[in-house]
């Protein structure tokens, strides 16, 4: 263990030469980092002590290598959740730390609103924007093409102490469901959504997030409530700036409140902050 950290959530150690360094609750996890270009603020000695790393292959695909033994699952706090971490054969481990200012945010519009609100996460994954609603006090859908994420995802809700909170779990294609909720004239307050560059939906539904996003946010706009408070836009797509989610969502949305960025995590030792995607977010004022 590093002095100093945590063994009971989630720090970013150090970044450079296109990797990160990890704690992870009781484990150090090595993983690619494409933006960060720059080299590590600390020596080998810090990097040696991982875990577990990611190896990525010519294919996109890659695969865990492992210095020392790795439980299958373990648990984290972060951001007031209790979370299930399980490294998975994408690289991913079940938490984007990334995501816990648009959370903040998430919750901040729900606390603030004099009135309840509907909340539709889709692409929700593992599910704490889905949870940071919830616990602020929404009713939220959380929508996601892979049941075994959604699975998660409600695992999490009850490690959280949230299984009981009104969240309605769906297993299905993110386009599908939009038209689905259209023709049923259901409508939502505020939207999260996270779109992955591909994809495929249960019934091998196909995403292709050049192809598809335009018409897919088109759809979105039937779904928006006279009451409709925010939307989160977020991703890790090349080409998709903050500036141009920005754009997209001008497209769709009334007048309000737009703030775009890059979303970051701060490193432990030289404080400096990965970019790790960008987000947009819209508020009615």
């Known amino acids: 263990m590093i002095p100093q950290i945590s ?7 150090d970044s450079g030469n296109f990797r990160k360094l990890e704690q992870v609750g009781s484990y150090c996890l090595e993983r690619p980092s494409p933006q960060a270009v720059w080299l590590p603020s600390q020596n080998e000695k810090v990097w040696h002590q991982k875990y577990a790393w990611f ?50 945010m998430i ?24 949870l940071a609603a919830a616990q602020a006090g929404a009713t939220v859908c959380h929508v996601d093409a892979a049941k075994g994420v959604v699975d998660w995802a409600r695992e999490n809700a009850a490690l959280s102490a949230l299984e009981n909170k009104p969240i309605r779990w769906i297993v299905d294609d993110a386009q599908q469901f939009l038209k689905r909720e259209i023709k049923r004239g259901k409508t939502y307050d505020a939207v999260i959504l996270d779109p992955p560059s591909f994809g495929r939906g249960p019934d091998k539904e196909l995403w292709n997030i ?3 996003l335009t018409s897919f946010l088109a759809l979105l706009k039937k779904i928006f409530s006279n009451n409709f408070k925010f939307l989160i836009f977020s991703g890790h797509s090349e080409g998709y700036t903050p500036l141009a989610l920005q754009n997209l969502l001008k497209d769709i949305l009334p007048e309000g409140h737009f703030e775009c960025g890059e979303m970051t995590t701060q490193e432990f030792f030289a404080k400096r902050p990965l970019p790790s995607g960008a987000f947009c977010r819209w508020t009615h004022q």
């Open 7 to 13: 063994e009971s959530t989630y720090t970013l150690l």
């Open 210 to 212: 050049e192809k598809h």
């Open 55 to 104: 190896e990525r292959n010519m294919t996109g695909g890659g695969k865990w290598c492992f210095s020392q033994a790795l439980p299958k699952s373990w648990l984290i706090d972060f951001d007031s959740l209790r979370l299930k971490i399980q490294p998975t054969g994408f690289g991913h481990f079940g938490l984007f730390p990334e995501q816990k200012d648009n959370c903040s």
């Open 107 to 130: 919750r901040k519009q729900i606390q603030k609103s004099s009135q309840p609100l509907e909340v539709l996460n889709l692409f929700a994954y593992t599910g704490i924007s889905t």
